[in-house]
Every structure is written in structure tokens, then in C-alpha cells.
């Protein structure tokens, strides 16, 4: 029955012993009566589908029968009562497709026997309160398109009962918890569009009743498990554009008949695999595949391998799909139409489904020399019998060249510069290195020798003729087309030629070239300290006097860019992926694309650049880069080497009370035994010092040649059992004569 108008009567109230009230699609106005609050039999309350407005009433939380709320679908404005935490019977709560403001009440975890929760389609803020993890009954939490931010909660791996998780569109960032493997009735998780970074975690190919997984339009990286492809109920898989690499498993695949995935624009590379199981609808499009299109057994029926740069022969089965598009690759469709060269190529195919662009650049070979076509060999083979022979005569001529040239006295610089304009320049390393050199030692960049994926580039391990090891960091093709990538290219190449010290990664060389560029790097063992902490093994070894020494290297670094330079530099993303470690386990400071010179007559604005989590505040707002934004980056990753874990929360409440009152030793890695004697002096001063540096007011807080000096020859006064020494008494001891209020 619909109610043409009108507001619900409040009178309905004093119905004491109702034990179903349902008012839904209706045209119901108003506002929902707080006298509902006396219903205290109530189990079912449909109010949904209809046009109500105002808050929830926070007396809805006497209804402690009450086992079904239904509030979707209307204009309900304001926050959610925390009130509502006191259901303890309820099973169902849908406060969707409304207005609502704030964050998830943490009394929610008290619902333990809450199976259905669907928040979706609000304007709901905050982070997701990792005490809902205790809802072992529920089963369906929706919660996509809001504006949560924040990780998802580890503790979501105990919800046991969990069989839908949607979270899309909202501000989600942190990785992917590992403990969501745990989550064995699973069917749909839905994680798309927020920011979430790292990489798939192998543990998700445990969740065997999974059948959707959609993880598209994120910031994900690394390579794709192969265990993802071979979960039997599995029936779409979405991961586009995101930062995935490496070569794509799909030989691997078990799935239904019926089977969607979509892989597009990411890092993909390799060829395309001849037996790939039975996906029906097939995305690789925008990646850098190679190769030939295999001739498939099993056809999907939607098929997108454009913006590639695959070649050789296209089948004329293809056709038959439904859906296909080869566009934009480097086929040639003079000749390799399979068995049909004499009929027109779009006899078969859909028009725009085989455009072809030879503009773009094809990484299969990377040369300083211009290459001559294969294809144009295959059509032109009269004139290759004239032009082989000079070409030939040439290269010989300029082997000849270089030989000679490579056998005189080196200097501090080599470089080559060929008539384009392009550059190749190696420093005096070890005497040998060449551009040959590194092709080779590459195998032309091959998957096998990629060690890492970062912000515009792939990064290669590359032993040399002379034993010598050297880091590549190789920009992406699809980078390498955009100017502002090509920037930070050049604006590494530009800050690690002018300065030198220890504590900086040595750059060796570079190629600026149309077709290929990178730089090469000193190696460093034992990779990134976002790396070592997050490996059990590593960080163990990383002890707490490792630990010290790493954090006294960053800040030797920057307080180096800051002061000794002629110009100072601001590095702007300093993080724990940007710190490299030898076999010593001694600290570099890696990756300048980002950074600045500080120039005194100007303002030094800028667009926000770095990594979340380590930006300073001021940037939000003011945009004026200063050596200060780097003192707050150095203060998190400080913290985040004693904590062995990004220090989230503790940036924005060092200064509450409830924080000052917890004791240091509760801070630190629970990995490692607790610091002894020297260190735990040490681990005192260091702490100090990084909340220091995170205070919200830029001038309150100490520059890095102060911090390098309080490091290296301040001995910290507090003579207390490490056991019993809380933060604000670490705190206490004002070493840099700043305000004790760093957090106003």
C-alpha cells in the first residue's frame, strides 16, 4: 500500500507492543519520529524507499530486539548514531542511498550478530574501524561510494562468514592485507577505484569460492599470482589500470566456461600464451605484449589486444568474434592477413579494428642506431639486396670506431651523441662499460632480471663482462611518451650528476634515448626498507643498532642536499621504497625524480608531489615547498623503521594524551627483543628526534643538519628501566629548545 504524502505519525509510538512496523515504498516526507525509541518490541522496521529527511534518531538504539533495519533509499541526512551499536540483536542494518555524514561508529563492532550491513552511496568519512573485524556473522558488507579513507583493516581476515566485500569508489589506500586469504566463504570482493598501492598478495588465490574479483583503477603493482588464475569459480576477473608487470600467466587459468578478464592498461609484457584455458572475454589492451597472436583452440568471443606492440600474422578466424580490436600494434597488414594476402584486410574485420601505428615505438630491440623495418625488408627485398650491403659496410666502419676509441686512456666521461640528439654517457666505472654491455647483460631487458616496478620505470639487475653488478632503472614505453615522466627522467639524471656522498645512490651513467631510456645505478643488495620490514626474515636481522645507523644514514643525506649543496635540494618523497640498502645493510637515498632546487627569489610553489602517507601537511594548503617537507618525510620513515609498520595513526596523535601515556616499548617492533644499554639510549633519542620532526608547524620543527648533529653526539638523559619509559617522558626532553607543544 503507498501513501500518496504526508509525514509518519509520531503517535505510532505509543504502539508498545508492535512488533513489525514496515512503511516502505511509499512517498512517506519528514522526518523519522524519535518516539519510535519506545517500540522497545520491536523486531523488523521498514522505513525504505520512501522520501524521508532529517538524522536518524539516536533513540532508535532502545530497540534492543530489534533484528531488521531498513533505512535505504531516502534523503536521511547527518551522522550515524553511535546509539545503533546497541542492536545487539540485530542481524540486518541498511542505512544505504542516503545523505549520511561522519564515520562508522565504532560501537558497530558490538554487533556481533550482524550479517548484513550496507552502507553504500553515502558521504561517510574516516577509516574503517578495524573492530569490525570481531563480526564473524556477517556476511554482506556493503560500503562502496563513500569517501572512507585509510587501509582496509587486517582484522577483516576474521570474518569467517564473510561472503561479499564491496568497497569500491572510495579513498581506500595501504595494500592489500594478506589476512583477506583467510576469508574462505568469499564470493565477491570488489576493491576498484580507490588507492590502493603494493602487490596481490599471493594468499588471495586460497579463496576458493571467489567468482569475482574486482581490483581495476588502483595504484597496484608487481607481478600477477599465478594461484589467482586457478580458483575454479572464478568467472570475472577485473585488475585494469593499475601498475601490474611481468609476463601474464594465463596458461594457468581454471575458470567456468563463462569468463571475463580484463588485464588492460598495466606494465604486462612477454608474449601472449597458445593455450590459455576458456576465457570468454579477453582485455590486454594498453599493456607492452609481444609476439604473435597464437592460434587458439578455444576462441573468445571478445577479444581487445590493441595498443600493443604485437606483430606477425593475424588470423582470418579471428573475424568471426563477436568483438575484436588489433589496433594500434605493428602487424603488417601488407602481407600477413593468414592465407588471404590477396583480399582486402577489412574483408574481415570490423573497420578501426586493425589501424596500425608505426609511429609508436617498439622496445623488442634498444639501440642508440636507427633500425631498418623487417617488415619493409619483407616487401622490398630488391632494395635490401642494395641496402644490406652499405648497412653493413657502416656498421662495420662505426664498430671500428668505437673499438678504437674504447682502447684510448678513458675520461671521467664517455659519451656518444647521435644525430638526433640522443645520448648515451657512462661514467669511468670499472673501464668496459658500454651500451653492448648492458643490452646484453639484460638480454635486451628481459622479465628474468627485473627486480622491481616503481613510479615510471622498471628496475634490472645487470652483471657486466667484468663482474661488476650495476641497477637499471628503465623508463616504461608508455612513460617514456609523456612529458611529464620524461621530466622526472631527466631531472634525476640532472640532481645525482651535481652532488656526491655516501649516503646518496651513485648514478654510473644514463641513456636518453627515443627508443630506450635509463640510468644505471649503483646495486644495492638488499633493496628498499619498505622491503626489509616487510619481509620477516630481513627484518629480524635488521637490529635495533642496524636500525639506528639506517636512519642516521637518511638523515646524513638529506641534511647533505639541505646545506652543503650550492643550491639546496629538496628531495619531496623521501619514504621507506626510496631508502636502498648494501650488503652492509648501510642506507642510500634513491629515486630524485621528484626533487627540487630551492631557489631563494622565489616562492618555491609547486603541484603536490610524493607518496601519501609521507607528505607534510602544509602542502595541502600552501603548496610552497621548503627543506621542512623533508624533515616531516624523514620523521615517518623514522618511525616507521623502529615500528616496523607505517606509523598512521601516531602522525596525527603523538600529542593526545591517551598516546603520550603509552609506553615506548609498546611502539616498537615487536619483532626484535627489546633494546639493551646503548641501544635502547639510542632508540630514546631517535624517537625524540623523529617526533620532532612531526610537527604539524613547519618552523617548530628542527632542520636536518640539526637532527644530524643531536644523532651523532647527544646523549639522552633518562636513566629509567627501557621497560618502564613512557613517551611523554621521552618527549619531556626538550633537545632542540623547541616549544613541548610540537603538535599545536
Known amino acids: 500500500y503507498r501513501l500518496t504524502a504526508g509525514s509518519i505519525p509520531p503517535q505510532l509510538g505509543n504502539l508498545t507492543q508492535l512488533q ?56 536521511l541526512v547527518g551522522s550515524i548514531p553511535s546509539t545503533l551499536g546497541n542492536l545487539k540483536s540485530l542481524y540486518g542494518l541498511y542505512l544505504d542511498s542516503n545523505d549520511l555524514e561522519g564515520s562508522i561508529p565504532t560501537e558497530f563492532g558490538n554487533l556481533t550478530k550482524l550479517q548484513e550491513l550496507s552502507l553504500f552511496n553515502n558521504l561517510l568519512t574516516g577509516s574503517i574501524p578495524p573492530n569490525l573485524g570481531q563480526l564473524e556473522s556477517l556476511a554482506y558488507f556493503f560500503f562502496q561510494s563513500n569517501q572512507i579513507t585509510g587501509p582496509i583493516p587486517v582484522e577483516f581476515g576474521n570474518l569467517k562468514s564473510l561472503e561479499r566485500l564491496y568497497l569500491s569508489n572510495n579513498s581506500l589506500n595501504g595494500s592489500i592485507p594478506p589476512t583477506l586469504g583467510r576469508l574462505g566463504n568469499l564470493r565477491h570482493l570488489f576493491l576498484d577505484s580507490n588507492q590502493i598501492e603494493g602487490h596481490i598478495p599471493e594468499e588471495l588465490g586460497n579463496l576458493s569460492k571467489l567468482e569475482v574479483l574486482q581490483l581495476s583503477h588502483n595504484k597496484i603493482s608487481g607481478i600477477l599470482p599465478p594461484k589467482l588464475l586457478q580458483m575454479d569459480k572464478m568467472f570475472s576477473l577485473h585488475l585494469s589500470s593499475n601498475k601490474l608487470c611481468g609476463r601474464i600467466p594465463l596458461e594457468t587459468m581454471r575458470c567456468p566456461c563463462a569468463t571475463i578478464v580484463d588485464l ?62 588489433l589496433s594500434y600494434n605493428s602487424f603488417d597488414f601488407s602481407q600477413n592477413l593468414d592465407s588471404v594476402s590477396e583480399v582486402p584486410n577489412y574483408y574481415f574485420f570490423h573497420e578501426d579494428s586493425l589501424i596500425n601505428d608505426n609511429r609508436m615505438p617498439n622496445f623488442t630491440y634498444c ?31 662505426l664498430l671500428s670506431i668505437l673499438y678504437f676509441s674504447r682502447c684510448k686512456p678513458k675520461k671521467k666521461c664517455e659519451g656518444i651523441e647521435t644525430k638526433n640528439g640522443d645520448l648515451f654517457s657512462i661514467w669511468n666505472y670499472d673501464g668496459k662499460i658500454a651500451f653492448e654491455d648492458i643490452i646484453q647483460a639484460t638480454q635486451d631487458f628481459d622479465l628474468k632480471y627485473c627486480i622491481g616496478t616503481g613510479g615510471y620505470g622498471s628496475v634490472y639487475r645487470a652483471q657486466l663482462p667484468s663482474g661488476n653488478v650495476v641497477a637499471l632503472k628503465k623508463l616504461h614505453r608508455m612513460e617514456s611518451q609523456n612529458p611529464s615522466f620524461d621530466r622526472s627522467f631527466r631531472n634525476e639524471v640532472k640532481m645525482l650528476t651535481e652532488i656526491r656522498h655516501k649516503n646518496i645512490v651513485k ?68 619514504t621507506s621504497s626510496n631508502v636502498l640498502s648494501n650488503s652492509q645493510l648501510e642506507a642510500c637515498v634513491s629515486d630524485f625524480g621528484t626533487a627540487r632546487l630551492l631557489d631563494p627569489d622565489s616562492s618555491n610553489q609547486t603541484l603536490v608531489v610524493g607518496t601519501y602517507g609521507y607528505i607534510a601537511p602544509e602542502l595541502a594548503y600552501t603548496l610552497r615547498v621548503t627543506e621542512k617537507c623533508d624533515v616531516f618525510s624523514f620523521g615517518v620513515v623514522t618511525m616507521e623503521t623502529l615500528m616496523g609498520k607505517h606509523p598512521r595513526e601516531l602522525i596525527s596523535t603523538s600529542s593526545n594524551p591517551t598516546t603520550q601515556n603509552m609506553l615506548v616499548k609498546d611502539l616498537l617492533d615487536s619483532r626484535l627483543p627489546l633494546p639493551l644499554q646503548k641501544d635502547a639510549q639510542d632508540i630514546n633519542l631517535v624517537i625524540n628526534v623523529a617526533l620532532s620532526c612531526l610537527c604539524l608547524k613547519p618552523n617548530l620543527r628542527p632542520s636536518m643538519q640539526q637532527v644530524t648533529e643531536k644523532l651523532s653526539s647527544f646523549k639522552f638523559p633518562i636513566n629509567l628501566p627501557f621497560h618502564e619509559i613512557f613517551i611523554h617522558q621521552v618527549m619531556s626532553q626538550d633537545i632542540f629548545h623547541l616549544s613541548s607543544n610540537f603538535q599545536e
Open 264 to 325: 588492460s592498461h598495466n606494465l604486462f609484457n612477454g608474449s601472449i600464451t597458445s593455450q590459455f584455458g576458456c576465457v570468454n572475454d579477453l582485455n590486454l589492451s594498453h599493456n607492452f605484449l609481444v609476439g604473435e597472436i597464437p592460434f587458439w583452440s578455444f576462441e573468445p568471443s571478445r577479444l581487445d589486444l590493441s595498443y600493443n606492440n604485437l606483430s606477425g600474422k593475424v588470423h582470418k578466424e579471428l573475424a568471426s568474434l563477436s568483438y575484436i580490436n
Open 507 to 574: 648514478l654510473h651513467g644514463f641513456c636518453l634515448h627515443n627508443r630506450c631510456m635509463f640510468l644505471v645505478y649503483q646495486y644495492m643488495e638488499r633493496g628498499s626498507l619498505f622491503y626489509i620490514l616487510n619481509n620477516e626474515v630481513e627484518a629480524k636481522e635488521l637490529n635495533w643498532s642496524k636500525r639506528v645507523n639506517v636512519i642516521k644514514g637518511m638523515a646524513q643525506a638529506l641534511s647533505y642536499m639541505h646545506h652543503d649543496c650550492t643550491t639546496p635540494i629538496v628531495h619531496r618523497d623521501v
Open 20 to 75: 513489525t512496523l514496515s512503511l516502505y515504498n511509499n512517498f512517506l516526507t519528514g522526518s523519522i519520529p524519535s518516539t519510535f525509541g519506545h517500540l522497545k518490541n520491536l523486531n523488523t522496521l521498514y522505513l525504505d524507499s520512501n522520501k524521508l529527511e532529517g538524522s536518524i534518531p539516536p533513540q532508535l538504539g532502545n530497540l534492543t530486539q530489534l533484528q531488521e533495519l531498513y533505512l535505504s533509499n531516502n534523503s
Open 367 to 397: 639501440h642508440l642506431l636507427n633500425q631498418t623495418n623487417p617488415q619493409t625488408r619483407k616487401s622490398k627485398p630488391v632494395i635490401m639486396l642494395i641496402v644490406l650491403p652499405i648497412i653493413f659496410f657502416i656498421l662495420l666502419l
